[in-house]
């Protein structure tokens, strides 16, 4: 098989047939081996993903110090003070488990491959080992010069090209994508119940120290109370907009496999769809369990510790 006989375009710019090796990164050629592009950390053989961006670690950072917030003011302002114990145990249990499902939720989003493809392996020599038939199509990127696979598209914060991605969310500094997304719809899940949450503590709260005109309401003054107060509620009704909005989206999307970038360019599909219950498995794992809820899925704590402490032999957390 010659590889003259392929055709090799690129899908955004319909590129002429490849000079195969010509316009390509030399010595990048690897097709199962994930290799971090420029902003991923290398820890021996493998890496860490982390997208160094400037708009995306600042918009990262304001979530967690918003989720932190709201933290503070449920367990400092509104529980602690409280004279009722159950009602303080059951609802700061309840609200700093969610929160620490959000942060976890939040860090694997942003920590995890979201399905990047090998960068620069359009190689001559690897489109011989495709062993592709005359006349099959493959696709090429002309930014990140890879192979582009059917449904990939290149992004041009995380300079690569990304396997079914959905778009590109600088509240989680990455790409939600093949191998991220479930942990980005846990992530939106989580916010959007401690928002609610936080929501109807905000007014039992209120309610509570109206009535007793907020003598011995908190330990702090009534005027400081109630500003942090009306700043946590206008958050949470900010975020649980926002995220039981994009909670839906991720849904409809899942079970109708199609990408947010697919919906917008009013893509045809040539995949096989896998609807509904199947669309879920195919996201999140089969079977359905509670298990779909869990952000630490797949994660082996060991392997991290190695990797974070760059030794040689580290593996990156699976998902
Ligand atoms: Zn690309
Ligand atoms: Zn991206």
Redesign the pocket.
């Given at each position: 098989m010659q590889s003259s006989n392929h055709r090799l375009r690129d899908m955004e710019q319909h590129h002429p047939l490849l000079s195969a090796g010509s316009d390509v990164e030399s010595g990048s050629l690897s097709a199962d081996v994930m290799v971090g592009g420029p902003h991923a950390h290398a820890a021996g053989n493998r890496t860490l993903w982390f997208i160094q961006d400037s708009c995306g670690m600042v918009c990262a950072s304001i979530t967690w110090f918003l989720v932190l917030y709201a933290e503070f003011v449920v367990n400092f302002v509104m529980l602690l003070p409280s004279k009722n114990f159950w009602y303080s145990l059951l609802n700061g249990a309840a609200f700093n488990s969610l929160a620490v499902l959000a942060l976890a939720s939040h860090l694997r989003t942003m920590l995890t491959d979201p399905g990047a493809v090998p960068k620069g392996n359009a190689t001559k020599e690897y489109m011989e080992s495709l062993q592709l038939k005359p006349g099959e199509v493959i696709y090429k990127?002309p930014?990140?010069c890879?192979i582009?696979p059917e449904r990939a598209h290149?992004c041009s914060i995380c300079k690569?090209?990304i396997r079914k991605m959905d778009h590109h969310c600088p509240w989680v500094n990455n790409c939600v994508g093949e191998k991220n997304q479930r942990f980005f719809v846990l992530f939106t899940m989580y916010i959007a119940l401690i928002s609610a949450h936080a929501l109807a503590l905000s007014g039992m709260h209120f309610f509570s120290c109206i009535k007793v005109q907020w003598n011995e309401c908190s330990d702090f003054s009534p005027g400081v109370s109630v500003l942090l107060l009306i700043f946590l509620c206008l958050e949470a009704i900010l975020f649980l907009t926002f995220t039981a909005v994009m909670f839906g989206t991720q849904i409809h999307s899942i079970c109708n496999d199609e990408t947010e970038i697919e919906r917008l360019k009013n893509e045809k599909p040539t995949w096989e769809r896998r609807m509904r219950w199947d669309g879920m498995k195919a996201v999140f794992g089969s079977p359905p369990s509670v298990l779909w809820c869990n952000p630490f899925t797949g994660l082996r704590l060991r392997r991290l510790l190695l990797l974070t402490q760059g030794r040689r032999g580290g593996s990156e957390f699976s998902v």
């Open positions: 990127c930014k990140c890879s582009k290149h690569r090209c």
